[in-house]
C-alpha cells in the first residue's frame, strides 16, 4: 500500500482555480498527506475549491464502480474467476445464451459470487458516502456494482444499473424469486448447481444482473440520466469508465452544466474531463473528503476503529 499512498495526487482542470493544490497538481499532489510515514492528513489538503463544490452542492450523484466494491475483497467481475469457472470464460458466462445452454453452471458461478459478496462488509468509502447524505439536500446513488454493500452501509435508495446479485427473477415470466435468509453455502472452488423454479410459472429462476448483450433496466438508467443532467456536482468513484451507457454519465451531467470529481487510483478516460483527478482508495479518500466538506471525523465512518489500510503511509 505505501507505493500506491505516495502516488496519489490532485490535479485540478477547473478553469481559472487560483487555489495552491492545483497549481502544483502538475508536480502530484497528495491530498492527505505530504509526508511519508506521518499520518499527517490535513483536511485542507484538497483544493478549497472542490471542498466548497461538494459543501455548497444542492444535488449530488455518486456514481460508485467496480473498484469500491474490491476494497471490500469483493472479487471484480474478472476476478471471480478462480476454482471451477478459471476454465471459463466470464463473458461467456455473464449472457442469457449462457444461461439457456447450462443453467446449472450459470446459477453455481452466480451463487458463488452472491456468496463472496455477502462475506464481504461494507468499507470505509461505502459508510462515507451514506454518511454524504446527512449533509446534502440531494444525494443519487447510482452504482454499477450488483452487490448490496452500499444498502449494507446504509445508503437507503440505490440505483443499481447492472442489476443485483440480490434480486433473481423466472427468466420465463419475469416474477421476482425471493432468497432464503441463510448465506449460500458454496465450496471454495465452485460447483454447478441447479436453479430454483419458478413458483408461479415452474420457469428457471435466473441472476437479477444485467448480462452481456441485455440493456440495463429501463427504470434505473432513466433515473440516473435524469440525476445527471439535473445534478450541480457528479462524483465518480472506482470505475474504469469505460462501460457504456453508465461511462457516459459524468459526459451528460458536465454538458449539462454539472462539476465532476474522479476518485480512482489509476488514470482513466475520464481524467481529461474531471474538474479535479483525486487519485487514490475510495476509502481512503471519501472519509477524508467527507471531513473536509463537513468536518466529520474519520472516526465516525470506521465503527469499531480505523481499518489497517487507513495508516498505510508507513
Ligand atoms: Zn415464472
Redesign the pocket.
Known sequence: MTSRFSRRWVSCTHNGCQNSASQTAEHGVNPLSSTPGIDNRPAHAFPAALVAALREARHVVLLSGAGVSAESGVPTFRDAMTGLWSRFDPAELATPEAFERDPELVWGWYEWRRMRALQAQPNPAHLAIAGMSDHLPQLTLVTQNVDDLHERAGSDTVIHLHGSLHQPR?A????SHAFPDEMPNEPEGGRRLPPPR?T??R?LIRPGVVWFGESLPEGAFYQAQEAAENCDLLISVGTSSLVYPAAGLPHLAKAHGSQLIQINPQPTNLDGHATWNVVGAAGQILPALVAAAWGSTRAQYHPGGLPACADDSQ
Open positions: 423466472c420465463t415470466c419475469g416474477r419458478c408461479r410459472c420457469g
